[in-house]
């Protein structure tokens, strides 16, 4: 009997898919840093039995109705704004995704941004390595305290939990947001519920960690940095089109807010000649909220066990519900 046809749209060292080979046949994108091209990925997905997904591929209507044999769409990512899961459905395939085993590292992530644009630490390194150092002084690269101030999580789900557990460390007054109130986890936390509105007004640091839905969609606008302290640090962890970036850009610009560290951006990826990249009260990093290399093989291995367990039979591990 031949093995369920696998193709996994970007390029993995061999050592991550080996155990697998046994039983699935798995081709693949012959580039890991660049997305595998769109006609490719319809001819490759066209007799495939799975597909191996990064964020940056969009699996909608037109892949779907083109791949009669395709059962699973494993993403190796926990969001999954790029999958729709309305033409999943109809074509009788299940999408995956890779929750939980992120959560941790994508929040270290975000508290080292926090930290970073507090401190202002990209732009201190800079100054020594530029050779601008001259003289110490009494507010040289003076920043923001982080312990004992007020963190804001618009969405407590998993990463926003594992971000008020580093916050709780940091002796910081937590408050969150959520569509919905999470009694346990104030508990645990010491968290306060707050609306959308008081969190913006009160918050040290603004941390959003929310799904990009349509309801979440520009959620950040002009309105919000208004509300914002003029103290304010932005942080977005989540997705880029959960901010409007032309009011983040004047907010920045006109002191509304002090600084922002993104992980994220509407259009990824972002060129260097873009207004954000061009501010210094802004920390840009290259989407690499989830990226230790543990984390990132726990993703490809949950991946790889969602695929086999739905072409074998099985009900998926993590299914996106
Ligand atoms: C996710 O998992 O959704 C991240 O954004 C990818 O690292």
Same mark, same amino acid.
């Given at each position: 009997m031949s093995k369920p046809k696998v193709y996994i749209t970007r390029k993995l060292e061999e050592k991550y898919v080996k155990a697998y080979q046994e039983q699935l046949?798995?081709?693949m994108w012959e580039k890991e840093e660049e997305p595998v091209p769109r006609e490719t990925l319809l001819k490759e997905a066209a007799d495939a039995n799975a597909l191996f997904a990064v964020l940056s591929d969009s699996i909608d209507e037109e892949l779907l109705s083109k791949a009669p044999q395709l059962k699973v769409v494993a993403n190796m990512a926990v969001g999954y704004d790029n999958i729709d899961l309305e033409a999943c459905e109809k074509h009788d395939v299940i999408a995956a995704n890779t929750p939980d085993v992120l959560s941790e590292t994508t929040a270290d992530l975000g508290f080292s941004l926090l930290m970073a644009a507090a401190r202002r630490i990209v732009e201190a390194d800079?100054?020594?390595?530029?050779?601008?150092?001259?003289?110490?002084?009494?507010?040289?690269?003076?920043?923001?305290?982080?312990h004992a101030k007020t963190i804001g999580i618009?969405?407590?789900?998993?990463?926003?939990?594992?971000?008020?557990?580093? #916050? *709780? +460390?940091? %002796?910081?007054?937590?408050?969150?947001?959520? !569509?919905?109130?999470?009694?346990?986890?104030?508990?645990?936390?010491?968290?306060?519920?707050?609306?959308?509105?008081?969190?913006?007004?009160?918050?040290?640091?603004?941390?959003?960690?929310?799904?990009?839905?349509?309801?979440?969609?520009?959620?950040?606008?002009?309105?919000?940095f208004e509300k914002m302290k003029s103290s304010a640090i932005f942080i977005n962890i989540s997705r880029g089109k959960v901010v409007v970036?032309?009011?983040?850009?004047?907010?920045?610009?006109?002191?509304?807010?002090? #600084? *922002? +560290?993104? %992980?994220?951006?509407?259009?990824?990826?972002? !060129?260097?000649?873009?207004?954000?990249?061009?501010?210094?009260?802004?920390?840009?990093?290259?989407?690499?909220?989830?990226?230790?290399v543990e984390t990132r093989k726990r993703m490809v291995e949950l991946c790889m066990d969602n695929i086999l367990a739905v072409v074998s039979g099985e009900e998926a591990i993590t299914p996106i519900s």
């Open positions: 046949e798995i081709r800079a100054w020594v390595k530029e050779d601008k150092w001259q003289a110490w002084a009494p507010f040289f690269f003076a920043g923001s305290d982080i618009v969405g407590m789900g998993r990463i926003g939990e594992a971000i008020a557990k580093r #916050a *709780a +460390g940091f %002796d910081m007054n937590i408050q969150y947001h959520n !569509r919905s109130r999470k009694k346990d986890a104030e508990e645990r936390l010491q968290a306060t519920y707050v609306s959308f509105e008081e969190l913006l007004e009160t918050s040290d640091f603004v941390v959003t960690v929310v799904p990009h839905t349509k309801e979440t969609d520009k959620m950040f606008n002009r309105a919000a970036e032309d009011a983040l850009v004047h907010a920045l610009k006109t002191g509304e807010i002090q #600084a *922002a +560290g993104l %992980d994220v951006f509407e259009e990824e990826p972002i !060129r260097a000649d873009h207004p954000l990249v061009g501010l210094n009260n802004t920390v840009c990093l290259p989407h690499i909220g989830s990226a230790s």
